[in-house]
């Protein structure tokens, strides 16, 4: 008997074509966020710059300066003779005389050399004329004792009063100084006691002293350094 043809197999089924991805919605730009523009600053008024200490104001005490001033209403001539040790000629009052001031004097002395009536008179009894370690001259404290003054108060006694003095830094100002031919505006403390009370140039390194009032009355005005 013939045999029977052999049947093909059935074709697999097409898979079906995969879906394409469906595109992602375009995102919208967002436009960035305007700060906002801060207004100008109004200008600030203009302060008048400070008085600041002269450059080295200590130069001007050099050899041959003369140092001009009233003391007790007399006008006096203080000529420096040297610097170091300051060696003062004085003369005033019908009177002259010579102060020499050690080193020591002008870094840390707490007491004042007074010039009144022609007679010259220290706080120091250890002082004499011709060697001064304890106290200062007539128109300059000492460094140490400035700087006391300025930090915290300070009692000394003061020969001229007769009695103790507590010293504190009170106002501050300025002055116009005729230092070395040319006038200067310089920074100025004030120094008051209950009694008696300086003007100061504010200098750490030389401070000048312009002026001085004992009881209320100027015993000491520096006039000019020349």
């Known amino acids: 008997p013939a045999k029977k043809a052999a049947t093909a197999p059935a074709a697999a089924p097409a898979k079906k074509a995969a879906a394409a991805p469906t595109p992602a919605a375009a995102k919208k730009a967002t436009a960035p966020a305007k700060k906002p523009v801060a207004a100008p600053a109004p200008a600030s008024a203009t302060k008048p710059a400070p008085a600041k200490p002269v450059a080295k104001l200590s130069s001007a005490l050099s050899s041959g300066a003369s140092i001009e001033c009233v003391v007790a209403g007399a006008p006096f001539v203080l000529l420096v003779e040297q610097v170091e040790p300051l060696t003062i000629a004085w003369e005033g009052a019908g009177d002259d005389g010579t102060l020499v001031y050690a080193p020591a004097a002008l870094a840390a002395a707490q007491s004042f050399t007074e010039l009144t009536g022609g007679k010259v008179a220290f706080g120091n009894a250890n002082d004499s004329s011709s060697k001064i370690m304890g106290s200062m001259p007539p128109f300059l404290l000492s460094r140490a004792f400035f700087a006391a003054v ?52 504010d200098d750490a390194e030389f401070p000048l002293v312009l002026s001085r009032q004992d009881w209320g009355t100027e015993t000491f005005a520096l006039t000019r350094i020349v």
């Open 150 to 201: 300025k930090e915290a108060p300070v009692t000394v006694f003061v020969p001229a009063i007769g009695d103790v003095q507590t010293f504190v830094a009170t106002e501050t100002n300025s002055a116009v100084v005729a230092v070395g031919g040319t006038k200067q505006t310089l920074p100025v403390v004030r120094f008051q006691a209950l009694r008696v009370a300086f003007d100061v140039v």
